[in-house]
């Protein structure tokens, strides 16, 4: 088989510092082994000239198999620096690399990397920043399948134009391009990682993801260094820096951050220093609202730590607690749902015209009613004040006066009197209605034979 292929490294110029794919390779058939020289290159641009190790951390290969299905990830240490302007790392089932150090070897399968097909990503900071496939498997850089006899295996070489692109191009392992670079100790009078806390979380943003943020506490009584602490998420990690006065707060954030919004399942934020201790964990999951925050607000009766959702985020302050989200003009909260909706129409009832009154009871406007004068009473006659009716003034002797208030009124207009009379009328007229009725029967028969004597008596007339 021919040459499998080489592409030249002007055509996609990678950002500086950033590894790019520049050789692979996925073996062949042999009587000893499965995958002669199954390995990946990785490399710097040319033009970077490696004046300090790399940080690898960042790093991270993800490879796809032939029947087009993830099949593995290669992951490097927190500490990992790349130390050589290329890294080689093997299959570890590959006699050429039997001997390596574990860390300059992958494990995808039992055969490594298949012939047939394949395809590998490179991700720094959870970007893909280069790939590369063979076979059926297509991507922005596709080769043809690998041979599987000694004789006609090349390798896929990413070269630039002024370089010897020899695919026949079988490297070995350095063992030192990797070194660990762990940070160093702080000094004697500076806490490793002072006790912070994580107080609030911003991560479902509702226009840009520069709203994210995360805010740290400082409860001690004094000034602390934040130099030695770092935060992880997920497989990010974020130096802090500078110090953070007592009582104080600090809104992290970072372009890179890129939290996730509303998670199906719970995402820890945790604070670390420099042993990888823990110095403040919190988990944030689903059902977070857009525009709130997730925020600590004390401790309980029984020293659990209360964190609630408030639609008013303090980055950089103490947490304050809003129920609900804030609404536009012409909106209210609905309590029931949180949700804004139209505000009901104001009810206000009008004023009552002149000369009527809102009424309690009904709410209707009811007139108001005005005092009647009353006439004078005619010669002779005086008010009665008990039923403010005209009565005739009692003479005696000679001599007009009115009643006195003890003295009983003996005046028959008196309406009680009248009350009285017909009441016993009436009792009178239904006990005769209630007798006739009962013995009409009686009253009849006595009528008719009176009647019949009267007949017989009278003399007989001829017609």
Known sequence: MASVGTVSAEDESPPPQLLRFSAVNAGYNTATSQQNYDFIELSLPDAVELDDPHPLADYYIVYTNSSG???????????????????????????QYQSADPKYLYTFSSAGLASTAGKLELFYLDEMIDELCWGKITCAQQFAKFSTTESDNRSVVLCAETTDCDTLYYPEIDSSAIVELPPEAPPADIEACPQLQ????????????????????????????L??????????????????????????????LSLTKNPTKNVELTVVGPDDSAVASVSYGKKQKKGSSYAYFGNDASGQAVWRQTYHPTPGSANVYQEFQSCEDGKVINPKTGNCIKAPASTAPTACKTGYYRNPATGRCKKIATAKALADCKAGYERNPTTNRCRKIVTETGQSFAPTVDEPNDSYDNPQIFIAIAALVASLVAALGYILFQFRHEIRSFFEKRLLQWRLRLPFRKP
């Open 69 to 95: 299905n993830p099949a593995g990830e290669i992951h490097f240490g927190e500490y990992d620096y790349l130390a050589s302007p290329q890294l080689l790392l093997g299959f570890k089932n590959s006699p």
């Open 227 to 256: 130099d030695t602490c770092r935060l992880n998420y997920k497989k990010k990690t974020f130096e802090l820096a500078g110090t953070l006065a007592s009582g104080q707060y600090l809104a992290f954030q970072d372009d890179s």
């Open 198 to 225: 994580i107080t609030e979380i911003l991560s479902y943003y509702e226009e840009d993801s520069s709203e994210q943020f995360v805010e740290l506490f400082n409860p001690s009584a004094k000034t602390v260094s």
